[in-house]
């Protein structure tokens, strides 16, 4: 298991993100490799997409980070 620290800028990229582009990027990230072979749609990436830029914007907004919890 690790635990990173998500950058400023990212965080800040999904703060700011406009709702036309998330589903554009959801578009692209469910066509990917790892993605195609599990049973995700494109409203399921989307939905992940707008839960992390949620996120983004509470952290944002109340001067907090954003951490990724990765196991293998």
Known sequence: MFVVSVSDTLTHALATVARDD????????????GLRQTAATVEDTAAVLEDLAG???????SGRRLYCWWAL
Not at 22 to 27: G, N
Request: proline content about 0%.
């Open 22 to 33: 998330l589903a554009r990027f959801a578009e692209a990230w469910s066509a990917t490799g």
């Open 55 to 61: 996120l983004a914007q509470r952290a944002q907004a």
